[in-house]
């Protein structure tokens, strides 16, 4: 293991910075105001530190595709214990499509998996009594005025039933209700349950607002988060 004194680093960081601004020419590089023989950076220098950053930018991405490829690993096995009336191949891709959609609006992917669950358990097929569908339990009219927000081709309700458009609809409508909230994400929750129109009533009319829905879904989170769902 190197370990770099306070010339080398500084050395380091001069390098990085000429090599982005092309000034390796091949031939020894000299700090201004040092002497040519403590200063000195050779192209082998330049090399060898331009060496060292690429390993560590390997590193780095090597450590975020880890991460990723860890947590998509984990939502699949909640994703598993749940009945999805999917296919093996489509089930296999819910977990990248839940990690880019959240990735889109800076979420956690399991807060995007948690409200999955509450909504439907996965269950691709499910509909509610008051019409909503898929996934994430999104209303047509909801779903076909998302739909032209994002310009995502509607098809009718069909698209409700494919996982890729109702995860990317559903996760621009959060984030959609949460811009309209404030930035809080538990009213977002419970616009997303309740709709935005009656929580706006609620808020104006100095009620008390509901919270049952929003705690549900950030203690599945938790759960999720702690690998315990």
Known sequence: MYQFGKKQST?????????????????????????PYSSAITLSDQ????????????????KSLREKQRIKNQIF????????????????????WIYEESRKYDYDPFLLTALIVTE?????????HRGALGLMQIRPRTGHAMATEVNLK??????????????????????????????????????YNHGPTRLQRYIQQGKRLPVDYSN??????????SNKA
């Not at 549900?216 to 988060?225: A, F, H």
């Open 11 to 35: 050395l380091l960081s001069v390098c990085v910075v000429l090599s982005f601004l092309g000034h390796f020419s091949g031939n020894d590089i000299y700090l201004k105001g040092a002497s």
């Open 120 to 128: 439907s358990s996965f269950n691709n097929w499910a509909r509610s």
């Open 216 to 225: 549900k879904v950030l203690k599945i989170y938790d759960l999720i988060r």
């Open 47 to 62: 090399r060898y530190f331009l060496k060292l950053n690429r390993e560590q930018e390997y590193k780095e991405i090597h």
């Open 77 to 96: 096995d909640v994703i598993s214990s749940y009945s999805t009336g999917l296919d093996l191949d489509l089930l296999n891709q819910i977990p990248q």
């Open 154 to 191: 509607w098809e009718g309700n069909p698209t409700l039933f494919k996982p890729e458009s109702n995860i990317a609809l559903g996760t621009y409508y959060l984030n959609k209700l949460q811009i309209r909230f404030n930035n809080d994400m538990k009213l977002a929750l419970e616009a």
